[in-house]
């Protein structure tokens, strides 16, 4: 419908059609300043909702991430200590072996079975590994420390010391790790399972170096064999180790990949195109450019300049 | 004719040319003037005096001003001025709430609330560690506070909205005070026969700012030339006279403002749930919430005690803290008790069987409902698990909560534990509500049903326990939401192990409720949603981004709505000025017009005047 052009109408939709230019412009520069096309919640309510769930969700990611990362260091922590006792389980063998040997005599045999003590007692600090203030291998006791020594006792009858007997304080509670979000994984190994269950080990190595003390070829040779089980018997628990090691490193690949997919999702929901919104950018200046100058135009002409 | 009557012509003619730049000067004076209608003169020649006399006409007169105006769009730019009214300070109001949700830039509660669930994770990962505890605390803390501050802020944005009713009240009395007056000079104006175009234009004017401030309806008398404005369907302004509004505080809903219209005769009438539109109906609803008809009736009301009790035809989908408002009347809801019945403080008059009734639903009170079930939602989960763990020195369950919860009122106790039903040493209706959570020994439980001194809940106990209790109201439960204190001074007391930790052998490596705890991030139903007495509602998360999307749409609604108004409007008053507005063009055509005629009476005078000389020299 044709109206009566009046005045006031050009300068209402003059205003009218300024402020929502202006808006426009307003919305592209903040799209193009913020790299994004979410910036209040009003923006766009469900898409908002879906990004703040993967927000969460990313966040959640990330402190699976750091689980595992401090699950890692524990085990890798377990595993070294352990590859130590193996070392020197391995070192107790050879020093049996010679022990064993026709040509070493009692007092070889003796100087021996002190150094096996010593490795005995060396074994236990390993067994008594701390990481991070906590007692690795005391179960879910990380504050006890797992093996303790009784003094070394008289052997009246074979007039040799008895090592003291090493017992087990800590328990037998797995620790476990959230490392994804359905997944939970123990990263530790008790000690009475690594140390003691199957075999005590420091019992074994006692019984050996009483053997050496009393110079019982036929004990000694007894206990080499026994040696090579407590050897097995760590590989085992250093093998569960790796276990678990490795399927730590697996879930977190797998959480990575999640990750980088979440990230996509939700960059693609909050995140502006950016050559879409500079090219917004850039016609809006141009539709406010032109409203600014039809603006300026309004009443140039008017029959007021022709009065003389 | 003779030359003098000539020259009375052309005086005469001369005065009514003067009158009409008077006009064209008024209309171009008022060119910028809101709501002004170009006016426009009737000019008509004066017939000779005396009938059959053949000396011809006696030039020009006024015969009247006429302002151009079409009252049908006048009334519709009226109309959509309380649409715009409206949507103009409830986009305004929600726009205040959104900000105080600021997620988009990652400052909010979304964030504070994975953070907090994420120290749980660090505590499990190394459950000795005091600073590592101390983090979780802090996190703890502020992610209370966060949920504190955002809902003592929206109870702030309600009480500027409770002030902002106070301040429009006065300004729609002047204005309908105006009005009044108005209609009585037009009136005066219009029966002495002289046009009262400005004194209409200015009545428009107020109806048009009156509407945008409160919703009107209003209808022009033909006897008078008045208008009656009506407000909620009574009459505010009826020609000379005002039923002025005023505001009495309500102490069932806050101490806030409602709103009352004085009644001729009568005691002033409550309308607070009837103002819908305007800014006062923006105002109420985001302070309030939108008033909506419950389903159902009253089958039956009864008062005693100085409570009233409402049963209802059907399910009533009420929570404690509820506005309830029947015949004019609101009470919040304060107790819960089963079979479609709520219990509110006394209604003056009691409702009659069949009454209808009403309820608010969404904006702020709603927000804040949410705020409090999440918080909720929070303190039975979590102290659910958290108190059966044990801290770093604890030989025993110490039956710690995480967050703090309200000791039972003193000489109250647990009688008897049997179940899921709870018997108390006295009546416990109106300490305990549907939804709150009660723990008896170490074991916490979400309230189903309350009746005297019987309570029953979500779970049976495993223990029969007692005498001792504690609970939180899920009504408020974000206001007082807060870290045990105890838990707060010292961090040691976070019961991160499953099992006993004093001593040689203690498990202070143990992290199962720990872990458990920072589970709780992906558990289902944990929020009670539906005031139901169990959990209900997808993860915290998921709670907490739903009450974002409601926020976010009723902002985006009102935003959508108030720019469809301002396009509506822009139409309606060009539309408006293309009729009654003034065209500087035509004013100035008009003046150019008039000049011509001006001058050429001039010239006319002077020729008169010149054979008057002639006349003269005769002689």
Redesign the interface.
């Known amino acids: 419908m044709a109206m009566r052009p009046v005045e006031s109408t050009w300068y209402r939709d003059f205003i009218f059609n300024l402020t929502r230019t202006k808006t426009r412009y307003d919305e592209a520069i903040s799209q193009t300043t913020s790299g994004k096309k979410l910036n209040h919640l009003s923006d766009n309510p469900a898409d908002m909702a879906y990004v703040l769930t993967l927000r969460s969700k990313i966040g959640q990611i990330d402190q699976f991430e750091k689980n595992i990362n401090s699950a890692s260091g524990f085990l890798g922590a377990s595993e070294s200590a352990l590859n130590q006792v193996q070392n020197l389980l391995s070192s107790v063998v050879s020093l049996a072996e010679q022990g064993a040997s026709e040509s070493t005599g009692a007092e070889g045999r003796r100087i021996i079975a002190d150094n096996i003590d010593q490795v005995r007692d060396e074994l236990m600090n390993y067994a008594n590994t701390e990481f991070m203030g906590n007692y690795i291998f005391a179960g879910s006791a990380s504050d006890t420390i797992p093996f303790v020594k009784a003094a070394d006792t008289w052997d009246a009858v074979n007039n040799i010391w008895i090592p003291g007997v090493v017992s087990y304080q800590g328990n037998s509670d797995t620790i476990n790790i959230q490392a994804d979000f359905s997944a939970t994984l123990a990263t530790n190994v008790p000690g009475d399972q690594v140390f003691v269950n199957q075999n005590d080990i420091f019992d074994r190595l006692s019984i050996l170096i009483q053997a050496l003390r009393r110079n019982d070829t036929a004990g000694i040779g007894n206990q080499i064999g026994s040696m090579n089980q407590l050897i097995d018997q760590i590989s085992e628990s250093v093998g569960t180790i790796g276990n678990k090691t490795s399927h730590l490193t697996q879930i977190k690949g797998m959480l990575e990949n999640f990750k980088t997919a979440m990230q996509a999702k939700m960059s693609s929901l909050e995140d502006a195109d950016m050559a879409e919104a500079i090219s917004n950018l850039s016609r809006e200046e141009v539709a406010l450019q032109a409203a600014l100058q039809a603006g300026a135009r309004i009443q140039r002409f008017s029959l007021m300049n022709y009065l003389e | 004719m003779n030359l003098f009557s000539a020259l009375e012509l052309g005086k005469n003619s001369i005065l009514t040319q003067q009158q009409v730049f008077q006009i064209i000067g008024h209309n171009i004076a008022n060119?910028?003037t809101e709501g002004y209608s170009r006016q426009v003169v009737d000019l008509e020649s004066i017939s000779s005096s005396v009938l059959g006399l053949k000396d011809g006409g006696r030039g020009v007169n006024l015969a009247g001003i006429r302002s151009i105006r079409d009252r049908f769009i006048d009334s519709q730019i009226t109309e959509r001025k309380q649409f715009k009214g409206y949507y103009e300070s409830l986009s305004g109001a929600?726009?205040a709430v959104?900000a105080l949700?600021d997620?988009?830039n990652?400052l909010g509660l979304?964030?504070s609330?994975?953070?907090f669930?994420?120290g749980w994770?660090?505590v499990?990962?190394?459950?000795?560690?005091i600073p590592t505890r101390n983090s979780l605390v802090s996190k703890a803390q502020s992610f209370a506070l966060a949920t504190r501050n955002s809902y003592q802020q929206l109870t702030d944005q309600q009480e500027v909205y409770d002030s902002g009713i106070g301040t429009l009240v006065d300004g729609i009395n002047s204005i309908a005070n105006e009005i009044a007056v108005l209609n009585e000079k037009i009136a005066y104006a219009e029966a002495s026969g002289n046009p009262a175009n400005d004194l209409l234009d200015a009545r428009e004017r107020r109806l048009r700012d009156l509407s945008e401030k409160i919703g009107i309806n209003f209808y022009y008398e033909q006897s008078n030339h008045s208008v009656t404005v009506e407000v909620a369907g009574r009459p505010l302004v009826s020609y000379s006279s005002v039923n002025e509004l005023s505001v009495q505080r309500n102490q069932y809903n806050s101490n806030y403002y409602d709103l009352y219209i004085e009644q001729y005769g009568l005691p002033p009438l409550n309308i607070t749930t009837e103002v819908v539109n305007g800014q006062m109906g923006a105002l109420i609803t985001a302070r309030d919430g939108q008033t909506v008809t419950g389903a159902g009736q009253i089958t039956a009301a009864a008062s005693a005690g100085g409570l009233t009790t409402l049963t209802f035809s059907q399910a009533h989908g009420l929570s404690v803290g509820d506005l309830i408002t029947i015949n004019g009347e609101t009470r919040s809801v304060t107790q819960l008790p089963a079979g479609n019945q709520v219990v509110t403080a006394n209604f003056t008059t009691i409702p009659a069987v069949g009454d209808a009734w009403r309820e608010r639903n969404g904006y702020i009170p709603e927000y804040k409902k949410q705020l409090n079930k999440l918080a909720g939602g929070l303190i039975y989960n979590l102290n659910a698990l958290h108190q059966q763990g044990y801290g770093l020195n604890d030989a025993v369950a110490p039956l710690r909560d995480f967050f703090r919860m309200s000791t039972a009122p003193a000489g109250v106790t647990v009688t008897g534990v049997a179940g899921n039903t709870v018997t108390f040493s006295a009546g416990v209706a109106g300490t305990l509500n549907v939804g709150d959570v009660l723990t008896i020994d170490g074991e916490t439980r979400l309230v189903s049903t309350v009746v005297g001194n019987t309570v029953t809940v979500n779970n049976a106990f495993a223990a029969a326990g007692g005498p001792n209790w504690e609970y939180a109201n899920i009504q408020g439960a974000a206001n007082t939401f807060e870290v045990d204190s105890a838990i707060a001074a010292d961090s040691s007391l976070i019961a991160a192990?499953s099992?006993p930790t004093a001593g040689?052998?203690?498990?202070?490596?143990?992290?199962?409720m720990a872990?458990q705890i920072?589970?709780l991030?992906?558990a289902n139903n944990v929020v009670d949603s539906d005031n139901s007495g169990s959990g209900d509602y997808g993860t915290f998360?998921?709670y907490?981004?739903?009450l974002?999307?409601?926020?976010?749409?009723a902002?985006?609604t009102a935003?959508y709505e108030f720019d469809a108004n301002?396009?509506m409007l822009?139409y309606l008053?060009?539309?408006r000025?293309?009729?009654s507005?003034?065209?500087?063009?035509e004013e100035?055509?008009n003046?150019?017009q008039f000049e011509k005629s001006f001058q050429a009476l001039g010239q006319f005078m002077a020729v008169i005047n010149q054979l008057t000389d002639v006349l003269m020299k005769i002689t």
């Open positions: 060119v910028n929600m726009a959104e949700f997620e988009a990652g979304s964030d609330l994975s953070n669930f994420n994770s660090d499990s990962n190394n459950p000795t560690d192990s099992l040689v052998g203690g498990a202070v490596g143990n992290n199962d872990r920072a589970q991030m992906d998360h998921e907490l981004h739903a974002y999307a409601d926020v976010g749409n902002g985006s935003q301002g396009s822009t008053e060009n539309k000025d293309s009729i507005g003034v065209s500087l063009d100035t055509a003046l150019m």
